[in-house]
């Protein structure tokens, strides 16, 4: 809100590092786990369809992440930024729901995953919302009110549980591709507009993401 450049620079710092942790999240994590359960061929078509149900969405709200206002289109994503964040925030929630309904581990690997791409995510939103006109105080009201779909997600996907426990594999690997689909089509071409003169920073930074995820997946079993 008041240092707009320290902010953007701390952002695309996250941003490399929330990618490191989608990515080690779904291949150090969500996909071992779905297939200790049912079997590849049962499984890999999952995240194949997570990665396209992304790709979907996003194609028909015209919505992505975006962390520069310099190269955002503002009269098409200050109006789907919104909706587009109830609805992304809502699967998140799901996701961490039916997480912890598989274990433990895989719950708060899953809920820091989505935790570590949300908050880039949210100061770019910030930022393209307040460029496109927006005052300060309603952009807040914006985020806490995309926010608490998160947990509406989480609540009534635990509610859903006895229907979906036999299909518990099958969506925790669709939830590895769309944590794949973010970390690869979102955030990481976010940082190649931005990474002549930080290269070694972010990469740094997505190789911490996935060190922290495989440190922390290792340290659960």
Request: aromatic share 14%; proline share 4%; net charge neutral.
């Amino acid at each position: 809100m008041f240092k707009e450049q320290l902010a953007k620079k701390i952002s695309l710092i996250l941003v490399g590092f929330a990618a490191g942790a989608l990515l080690g999240a779904a291949f150090f994590d969500l996909l071992p786990e779905a297939l200790e359960i049912k079997n590849h061929d049962q499984i890999l078509p999952f995240a194949i369809l997570g990665i396209f149900t992304l790709l979907m969405f996003e194609k028909v709200l015209k919505w992505h992440h975006c962390h520069d206002r310099e190269v955002c289109d503002f009269p098409i994503l200050s109006k789907s930024v919104i909706f587009g964040d109830v609805i992304h925030n809502f699967i998140d929630g799901l996701i961490i729901s039916f997480s912890f309904a598989v274990n433990v581990q895989v719950g708060i690997i899953s809920t820091l995953a989505v935790f570590l791409h949300e908050v880039p995510q949210e100061i770019g939103d910030f930022g393209v919302l307040l460029h496109a006109g927006y005052k300060k105080n309603k952009i807040i009201l914006y985020n806490i009110f995309t926010a608490l779909t998160t947990p509406l997600g989480a609540i009534i996907g635990y509610f859903f549980l006895p229907f979906t426990s036999a299909i518990l594999p099958q969506f925790i690997a669709f939830a590895a591709g769309m944590f794949i689909y973010i970390a690869v089509a979102d955030l990481i071409p976010e940082l190649r507009h931005k990474i002549r003169g930080s290269e070694f920073t972010h990469y740094i930074a997505i190789v911490i993401g996935l060190a922290a995820v495989w440190f922390l997946t290792g340290l659960f079993k």
